[in-house]
């Protein structure tokens, strides 16, 4: 058995799905007999300058040992986690700092052509190279992680999709007519998109969203919306809740939206699949479309308010489209192995490093006996 | 020469087929191109573009972050990017000025200041920096007032600008007055003209069959905006619609293609007499010159583009109508049928498409093929592009300017660093120890 250290960023006040993914993992690999820990790292966005300082901070930590226990791996999830050094590292990477690579460019991304920004992307492009490339092993949540990854960095890895925390407790119940959104309010997540497809959908249907704001102004331009389109009785932020009120959520939902832009992963495609729920998406949303198949168990559309609206009508207008995609989800979903089954292959390649390391010790024995 | 194209690309990277049809100037441009210049053994080239990594054209492609870590591991001679205002090329906006090299501009005004992250560039302030070393950085977080969305950011930003319109070299001179490459430079404001090149094949076409008196073909290549003057033609083709037999190809972009049949609509034309063909690009074009004997171009812009359509038509040797504006005024009168734009404007294109029709219409289809040849032939464009690129290359003043921008580039990354290091001194829970700390991991890293 051994001793593992699970590397964590954390924006305070925020929570997100690295947070459901380090605190799955960390009951899986003590449910299989490891020492298990987790150190977590705040992480500041602005100024973009104090990512270097930050970056140093996770590479300048000593995590080889802690009270005479030897750490025997360490397992590195975001930017700037992975900074972190040590002589046996996996890499189970949620996402790279976005802003420099893919979104680099466009409006999610704050680097401007000012020099010192041009600057400060080339050095931390080089560190994340240099600091991936010295991982014994690295893998991705999604395809699309890992491709970026190989696109931008040169670096190859597996694709190990995380399974549902709450896998097992998903349910389907009557559905009502209301549309689902799930996850952090911020633009990226373009929740305004369904806020604003409501003009264009039957006036019955309701918008219900959990998740809390972690962008400054973004819920005063939802309120705007709102106001503006006069939707104050369609539309209700319901924040954060338990997990037993979100799997109700889901179950009783007419379908979910999640079409943020390029997403990495998305743990909600999947719950509203484990909840035999239909997902909207958009065709720009990246990880999501891993899973979701249009017409099949999803709609994929423009991302625009029209085209979504337009979906959302669908799903009340054509008898049986929603159950038949909620169902074809469910049964995707369990081809996909992100169940509770998919951990063990996970735990497999995370701590490959140590059965290198085994691996090799036995050679070395073997030799010299 | 080893060179890294920075452009939209003509082929989907991925699986080398050919994309959907695109209007980007770029795109068409580099599938041109680029097999003549790899016919140049002294030269290699890879191509960077927005998107992921793979081959295009049987060459190298990388997404365009990446063009500064390849070029730091094995530099380029020279970085050639196409910049048009097009909604596929907001990328190259930004990127052409990360890394100034030689910039071909395909369009000089631009519908918008550009994608956000250079909504609020601060670049009238780097430019400063740039000349002058004493200046001071853009403050953090201000605000930037931008100019007209003429490409005067990047214009500025590039060593060495190409114009693929005569009149935007012309225009460059008198509004932006010269890059950052001007102090080094013995011209006051050197900047080039380099046209699209059109197709080898076009010019080897079947002659057109001039039997007079049959059903005329006219290919049109305009929007249905009022500046395009599609309106005109189509007022024009119902004035001459009793008497002459004629069918229309109307190639007009995507996003226009309802404009266009509302307009069919009001001119009454729309039974059988016009095809709307909505997918503008070279390729589509050329199919539709294969079964026409006469072009019309009516558009017309004061700096915008007509090429390489015209050129496509000078080529394949029909009679080709223009609207004398902007670009348009620059082709030589002898070989192109000019309209003046105007209240006469439909009875003149009547006047043009009649005496066409019946052989009264003076032509001389060699002879535009051979200024065709001569301007826009695909072979004559790379070896003017080969030669100054070589040229450029070899010159003191452009490598004067590259040392110059390598050496700003060196000091904002040192000023980036001392920003770093006066945050670190503000927060006192941060100093040292782990100021040393700080400085190992720079060291290691190269920050």
């Known amino acids: 058995m051994a001793n593992i250290l699970l590397l964590g960023v954390k924006v305070p006040f925020t929570t997100g799905g690295q947070e459901v993914l380090l605190a799955s993992l960390h009951r899986e690999l003590s449910s299989r007999g490891h020492l298990v820990d987790t150190v977590e790292l705040p992480l500041t966005v602005q100024p973009k300058e104090r990512y270097l300082i930050e970056a140093a901070q996770w590479r300048s930590l000593d995590l080889t040992e802690f009270g005479g226990e030897k750490v025997d791996l360490v397992i590195a999830t975001k930017f700037p986690s992975y900074y972190a050094k040590h002589p046996k590292k996996s890499v189970w990477l949620v996402h790279q700092h976005r802003a420099i690579y893919d979104l680099y460019g466009g409006r999610y991304s704050d680097f401007s052509d000012d ?109 705007n919306e709102i106001d503006k389109h006069h939707l104050w009785d369609r539309v209700e932020f319901v924040g954060r809740v338990s997990d037993e009120e979100l799997l109700s959520l889901y179950a009783r939902s007419l379908g979910v939206y999640y079409a943020p832009h390029d997403e990495d992963y998305g743990y909600v495609t999947l719950e509203a699949m484990a909840s035999s729920k239909p997902v909207i998406t958009a065709t720009d949303s990246g990880g999501v479309l891993e899973f979701v198949a249009h017409e099949e168990n999803g709609l994929i559309v423009e991302p625009t308010s029209e085209k979504i609206g337009l979906a959302v009508n669908r799903l009340v207008e054509e008898d049986g489209l929603a159950d038949r995609l909620g169902m074809a989800g469910r049964e995707r979903l369990t081809e996909l192995g992100v169940e509770q089954s998919g951990w063990d292959s996970i735990v497999d390649g995370l701590l490959s490093p140590l059965q290198e390391d085994s691996a090799s010790t036995s050679k070395k024995a073997a030799s010299s006996s | 020469m080893r060179i890294a194209w920075i452009s939209n690309l003509p082929e989907n990277v991925r699986s080398a087929s050919r994309r959907k049809a695109t209007d980007s100037l770029a795109a068409y441009t580099t599938g041109v191109l680029i097999p003549h210049l790899m016919k140049w053994d002294d030269i290699s080239i890879e191509l960077f573009h927005r998107g992921e990594a793979g081959t295009c054209l049987d060459l190298p492609v990388f997404p365009y972050q990446r063009l500064r870590e390849r070029h730091a591991q094995h530099p380029y001679d020279i970085c050639l990017y196409q910049v048009e205002d097009h909604p596929e090329s907001q990328w190259a906006r930004i990127a052409c000025t990360l890394m100034p090299g030689i910039t071909w501009f395909h369009d000089l005004y631009f519908a918008s200041h550009g994608p956000e992250p250079i909504l609020n560039s601060a670049w009238q302030v780097t430019k400063e920096r740039f000349l002058n070393g004493s200046a001071s950085w853009a403050e953090r977080g201000g605000e930037f007032e931008q100019v007209a969305p003429i490409a005067a950011r990047e214009a500025t930003f590039c060593l060495l600008p190409l114009f693929s319109v005569e009149r935007d070299a012309l225009e460059y001179r008198r509004a932006i007055g010269g890059s950052l490459a001007a102090p080094f430079c013995s011209e006051k404001s050197p900047a080039y003209f380099l046209p699209l090149p059109v197709r080898d094949e076009l010019f080897s076409a079947a002659p057109r069959d001039d039997e007079v008196g049959k059903r005329l073909r006219i290919a049109l290549h305009s929007g249905a905006r009022i500046e395009q003057r599609s309106h005109q033609v189509l007022q024009a083709l119902r004035v001459v619609q009793p008497a002459l037999d004629f069918e229309v190809h109307w190639v007009v972009s995507p996003d226009e293609k309802s404009r266009a049949e509302a307009l069919l609509e009001e001119f009454d034309l729309r039974e059988g007499a016009v095809t709307l063909e909505s997918e503008l690009s070279p390729t589509v074009w050329a199919a539709v010159l294969e079964k026409s004997d006469v072009a019309i171009h009516p558009r017309f812009y004061v700096f915008g583009h007509v090429q390489p359509y015209v050129g496509m038509s000078l080529a394949r040797g029909v009679p080709v109508i223009v609207t004398r504006f902007g670009a348009s005024e620059e082709l030589p009168a002898e070989l192109v049928y000019q309209i003046e734009p105007g209240v006469e404007e439909p009875k003149q294109i009547a006047q043009v498409l009649t005496a066409i029709s019946s052989g009264d219409a003076p032509h001389n289809a060699v002879r535009g093929q051979e200024y065709a040849r001569e301007m826009y032939h695909e ?53 040292a120890p782990f100021e040393s700390e700080f400085q190992k991991v720079c060291n290691e890293f190269g920050w």
């Open chain 1, 115 to 223: 020099p010192r920004d041009e600057q400060l992307r080339a050095k931390l492009v080089e560190g994340d190279k240099v600091v991936l490339s010295e991982a014994q092993y690295v893998a991705g949540i999604s395809r699309n992680v890992i491709h970026r990854l190989e696109a931008f960095n040169g670096v190859k890895g597996d694709v190990l999709y995380p399974p549902l925390s709450l896998a097992g407790r998903y349910y389907s119940d009557t559905s009502e007519p209301y549309i689902l959104s799930v996850g952090r309010i911020c633009s990226i997540k373009r929740v305004d998109l369904m806020l604003k497809a409501l003009p264009f959908i039957h006036s019955f249907v309701k918008l219900k969203i959990v998740g809390k704001a972690d962008e400054p102004g973004v819920l005063d331009y939802l309120h």
């Open chain 2, 379 to 431: 072979g004559a464009i790379a070896t003017q592009l080969v030669s100054l690129l070589k040229s450029t290359i070899g010159s003191g003043e452009y490598q004067n300017a590259c040392s110059a921008w390598n050496a700003f580039e060196k000091s904002a990354s040192e000023d980036l660093m001392k920003e770093v290091s006066e945050m670190l001194h503000a927060e006192p829970t941060l100093q």
